[in-house]
């Protein structure tokens, strides 16, 4: 069994106040190439289709010229919403679209949508769980003790339907510990939004959206991260498409093989350091597509250039972002930086440091302790 695996498409994005819809459109036409090319047998979209709850129309044109060509490719297409859709929305008219092959999970309440499909190994089933967060999950199962988003994430899983002489395929949107975040990814104080690996040890394969990095979980855990770069934090991530193929055997243990096909943007996203005079230089990149890219330049001269940015777009059509790194700047940084740290809870102060030592956020059960030592030392609460 051969799946695509795509997630964060955020349909309708603006980076920068650059609208992205063009290069969506573009890169979307690759991911369909792709899909053509790998004779998949099912695709799958793990959340954030769109970027705002309340897409644009241009987003939501594009969204549906992207899964009528699936349709016309009779291909099933599984497709869950994500923490920036609206599940409601996402999910309008679900029944009938389910009737082209287009599967999309619906607002979640205590059941999880499953579907199954078959090979030569036999049957594989496509559970749909939606991002959830604990209110979700404690409005469906009252008499369930959910204090965090990993005991969410637990007694959804529970009480999913789960037949494990088949093989199993999770899709969902989580934030998983361990995984490497992204600036144009949104964050919680202390890791709150953790999930812990150990719930999904039950499938065969956990397709994963919410992250924007491509990257492993341990073996059979994966995010595919956006098919384009959503920050200048992502200028040099290898964007890609992850296929899937599924063998033989179930209960967790089925062959597993994942590999990655290359997205190669229209318009690529870089990032330029120099002086002005440097960087004015048509010669310093000739050959190269920085007139059409989206750049982020810093300028090094001690003094301010007037109108860098309008005279650097004589060079560079498409800069985003434009900043300096000089003397005056770094001192300015380090003296903003002191204001901001007197500005700061001590509770934040400290999760800040914890991440910074551990390379994960805290825990929800660390972030709750750490608010009570806080109020016991600070406020005089007990």
């Given at each position: 069994?051969?799946?695509?695996?795509?997630?964060?498409?955020?349909?309708?994005?603006?980076?920068?106040?650059?609208?992205?819809?063009?290069?969506?459109?573009?890169?979307?036409?690759?991911?369909?190439?792709?899909?053509?090319?790998?004779?998949?047998?099912?695709?799958?979209?793990?959340?954030?289709?769109?970027?705002?709850?309340?897409?644009?129309?241009?987003?939501?044109?594009?969204?549906?010229?992207?899964?009528?060509?699936?349709?016309?490719?009779?291909?099933?297409?599984?497709i869950?919403?994500?923490?920036?859709?609206?599940?409601?929305?996402?999910?309008?008219?679900?029944?009938?679209?389910?009737?082209?092959?287009?599967?999309?999970?619906?607002?979640?309440?205590g059941?999880?949508?499953?579907?199954?499909?078959?090979?030569?190994?036999g049957?594989?089933?496509?559970?749909?769980?939606?991002?959830?967060?604990?209110?979700?999950?404690?409005?469906?199962?009252?008499?369930?003790?959910?204090?965090?988003?990993?005991?969410?994430?637990?007694?959804?899983?529970?009480?999913?339907?789960?037949?494990?002489?088949?093989?199993?395929?999770?899709?969902?949107?989580?934030?998983?510990?361990?995984?490497?975040?992204?600036?144009?990814?949104?964050?919680?104080?202390?890791?709150?939004?953790?999930?812990?690996a150990?719930?999904?040890?039950?499938?065969?394969?956990?397709?994963?959206?919410?992250?924007?990095?491509?990257?492993?979980?341990?073996?059979?855990?994966?995010?595919?991260?956006?098919?384009?770069?959503?920050?200048?934090?992502?200028a040099?991530?290898?964007?890609?498409?992850?296929?899937?193929?599924?063998?033989?055997?179930?209960?967790?243990?089925?062959?597993?093989?994942?590999?990655?096909?290359?997205?190669?943007?229209?318009?690529?996203?870089?990032?330029?350091?120099?002086?002005?005079?440097?960087?004015?230089?048509r010669?310093?990149?000739?050959?190269?597509?920085?007139?059409?890219?989206?750049?982020h330049?810093?300028?090094?001269?001690?003094?301010?250039?007037?109108?860098?940015?309008?005279?650097?777009?004589?060079?560079?059509r498409?800069?985003?972002?434009?900043?300096?790194?000089?003397?005056?700047?770094?001192?300015?940084?380090?003296?903003?930086?002191?204001?901001?740290?007197?500005?700061?809870?001590?509770?934040?102060?400290?999760?800040?440091?914890?991440?910074?030592?551990?390379?994960?956020?805290?825990?929800?059960?660390?972030?709750?302790?750490?608010?009570?030592?806080v109020?016991?030392?600070?406020?005089g609460?007990?």
């Amino acid at each position: 069994m051969k799946l695509v695996h795509l997630s964060d498409l955020h349909l309708g994005k603006q980076v920068n106040e650059f609208p992205m819809i063009e290069e969506q459109k573009y890169i979307l036409a690759e991911i369909i190439r792709i899909i053509d090319e790998s004779r998949a047998d099912a695709v799958i979209v793990a959340g954030d289709i769109y970027d705002k709850s309340v897409p644009a129309v241009e987003a939501v044109r594009l969204l549906g010229d992207f899964l009528q060509e699936l349709a016309a490719r009779k291909l099933p297409v599984f497709i869950i919403s994500g923490n920036h859709d609206s599940a409601e929305r996402l999910a309008f008219a679900s029944s009938l679209i389910d009737m082209s092959g287009i599967h999309i999970s619906p607002v979640y309440d205590g059941q999880v949508s499953s579907f199954s499909l078959e090979d030569e190994y036999g049957i594989v089933d496509i559970h749909l769980l939606p991002f959830i967060k604990p209110v979700h999950v404690r409005r469906a199962f009252q008499d369930e003790k959910i204090n965090s988003y990993n005991d969410a994430l637990k007694v959804a899983i529970e009480h999913m339907d789960i037949n494990m002489e088949h093989r199993n395929v999770l899709v969902t949107h989580q934030f998983v510990t361990g995984a490497s975040r992204s600036d144009s990814e949104e964050k919680t104080v202390g890791g709150t939004d953790n999930v812990d690996a150990a719930a999904f040890e039950s499938f065969d394969y956990v397709a994963l959206g919410h992250i924007h990095r491509p990257q492993n979980i341990g073996e059979r855990i994966r995010y595919c991260g956006t098919p384009l770069k959503y920050s200048f934090s992502e200028a040099n991530h290898n964007k890609s498409v992850t296929i899937v193929e599924l063998g033989e055997g179930a209960g967790g243990e089925c062959s597993l093989t994942l590999s990655t096909e290359e997205l190669v943007p229209e318009h690529d996203m870089v990032e330029l350091r120099g002086t002005y005079e440097q960087l004015m230089d048509r010669n310093t990149y000739e050959g190269t597509s920085l007139e059409s890219d989206y750049v982020h330049i810093t300028l090094t001269d001690e003094e301010d250039v007037i109108n860098a940015m309008g005279r650097l777009q004589s060079v560079y059509r498409n800069i985003m972002k434009l900043d300096y790194d000089n003397i005056r700047t770094r001192t300015e940084s380090t003296v903003r930086a002191a204001q901001d740290l007197k500005k700061k809870k001590p509770a934040n102060l400290f999760a800040e440091l914890y991440e910074m030592q551990n390379g994960v956020p805290m825990s929800e059960e660390q972030s709750v302790l750490l608010d009570k030592l806080v109020k016991s030392i600070w406020e005089g609460e007990e």
